[in-house]
């Protein structure tokens, strides 16, 4: 059991928008601590694709964009691509565990 | 650009040891924390452990408190985890990743190694 809770699977087609919660609670999301998004493609290492809540980094397009509210924040994906197919995950500091920590990732598959 | 590469990973026996290596090029590595993130097996991410870039401060995760240790050795750019009575518990893939700052336990981690797997088993 993940301290920040995904949802297990999304799907969409190509060209739409998808978005991805990542529930928590006190101790981290809500407790202001930023949010990270990171993409795993099959087979290899994750990625960074949002940092501090709704940063993007270099080279990541602009279809990605992440946004937090109260103990729950979500990373939206428009214009659906094939290439997106991936892991998601969500981390966080919890200052209870004092350490980071993740949600369980969501599998994105584009129909 | 930034790249980290492990070193390692093999099959260990329940109760032994084993010590990861993280390789670090194209930054200024006593600048920036470090982290373990491991992946069980079909499993999310779980973080392991962080090292601030000075080697001075050091936070593990409750599961492996005890057991594992985090060093660093800027005139290598390596940082290791030496990792001692392991369990099958403890079969992932390791991946090393660079923290945004000295030292941050909130932060985020970029870039990753392509992660070194460790399987516990007899």
């Known amino acids: 059991q993940s301290v920040l809770t995904q949802p297990p699977s999304v799907s969409g087609a190509p060209g739409q928008r998808v978005t991805i919660s990542c529930t928590g609670s006190?101790?981290?999301?809500?407790?202001?601590?930023?949010v990270h998004w990171y993409q795993q493609l099959p087979g290899t290492a994750p990625k960074l694709v949002i940092y501090?809540?709704?940063n993007r980094p270099s080279g990541v397009p602009d279809r990605f964009s992440g946004s937090k509210s109260g103990t729950s924040a979500s990373l939206a994906i428009t214009g659906l691509q094939a290439e997106d197919e991936a892991d998601y995950y969500c981390q966080s500091y919890d200052s209870s565990l004092s350490g980071s920590v993740f949600g369980g990732g969501t599998k994105l598959t584009v129909l | 650009e930034v790249q980290l590469l492990e070193f390692g990973g093999g099959l260990e026996q329940p109760g032994g040891s084993l010590r990861l290596s993280c390789v670090a090029s194209?930054?200024?590595?006593?600048?920036?924390?470090m982290n373990w993130v491991r992946q069980a097996p079909g499993k999310g991410l779980e973080w392991v452990s962080v090292?601030?870039?000075?080697?001075?401060?050091?936070w593990y995760a409750d599961s492996v408190k005890g057991r594992f240790t985090i060093s660093r050795d800027n005139s290598k750019n390596t940082v290791y985890l030496q990792m001692n009575s392991l369990g099958p518990e403890d079969t992932a893939v390791y991946y090393c990743?660079?923290?945004?700052?000295?030292?941050?336990?909130?932060?985020?981690?970029?870039?990753w190694g392509q992660g070194t797997l460790v399987t516990v088993s007899s």
């Open positions: 501090a809540n709704n």
């Open positions: 090292i601030s870039g000075s080697g001075g401060r050091k």
């Open positions: 006190s101790s981290n999301i809500g407790a202001n601590y930023d």
């Open positions: 990743a660079k923290g945004m700052r000295e030292f941050s336990l909130d932060g985020w981690f970029d870039p």
């Open positions: 194209g930054l200024t590595f006593a600048s920036f924390a």
